[in-house]
């Protein structure tokens, strides 16, 4: 059975400092991983990951992938409040219909305080 | 461009009913998937339709169940609600069957009492 597993469960840092975020995984067939923030409903997307060690970088915002170690981090640099959010680690793999549905991981609560 | 929209927002129903919930996918998408997420759980994914044909499908019982128009909306039901159905259900559009960027409507909060 896939598994996605994310450390810490919760993270409390002040404002300016950097975070990194983790998710270690297990599957078959592997075919990427993405990074959602989550702040009052709705997911929203931030990284799809594919190949090691290629960085992907949105602002101040960056996530890198080993496939040989089963693991993606996210890096948050500079937090600010806004940061604050659930962030979700999410796996996909192959299956025989093309893709199977995403498996989350249980999210890292993140509070960025003042 | 419009998002995923979902209605109801909201829903308040007892055990032993159904419910319905409707999603609208963001136009041009054609695949539509739902997930289901609890405190306890987290989210997990329930099924995904495209060309109005379940295509994927989670680990959950024959109680859900759904289905995808010609127009890429879909809905879900859920029969004989029980109250570990309480949760917020959450869809998602992509471009095309197994894309990976999916697109989160703000989901439907169903509470069973």
């Known amino acids: 059975e896939d598994k996605v597993v994310q450390s810490p469960l919760s993270l409390v840092v002040h404002e300016g400092d950097t975070v990194t975020l983790n998710c270690s995984y297990e599957v078959t067939n592997f075919r990427s991983l993405l990074w959602y923030k989550q702040e009052k409903k709705a997911p929203t997307f931030l990284f799809m990951l594919t190949s090691s060690g290629i960085e992907k970088k949105s602002g101040r915002l960056s996530s890198i992938l080993d496939k040989k170690e089963l693991f993606s981090i996210l890096n948050i640099t500079a937090t600010q409040t806004g940061d604050s959010a659930v962030y979700l680690c999410a796996l996909q793999r192959y299956s025989g219909g093309g893709a199977d549905g995403l498996t989350f991981g249980k999210g890292t609560h993140l509070i960025i305080q003042p | 461009k419009a998002g995923v929209t979902q209605t109801p927002r909201y829903l308040i129903k007892t055990r032993g009913q159904q419910v319905t919930l409707s999603c609208s996918p963001i136009s041009g998408h054609r695949s539509v998937s739902w997930y289901q997420q609890t405190p306890g759980q987290g989210l997990q994914f329930l099924f995904e339709?495209?060309?109005?044909?379940?295509?994927n499908k989670g680990n959950f019982p024959g109680r859900f169940s759904g289905r995808q128009f010609s127009n890429s909306r879909s809905e879900m039901n859920v029969s004989t609600l029980e109250l570990g159905d309480s949760a917020l259900y959450l869809c998602?559009?992509?471009?095309?069957?197994?894309?990976?960027?999916?697109?989160f409507g703000p989901g439907t909060r169903l509470t069973v009492l």
């Open positions: 998602a559009s992509s471009l095309e069957l197994g894309v990976n960027e999916q697109f």
């Open positions: 339709y495209f060309s109005e044909t379940q295509r």
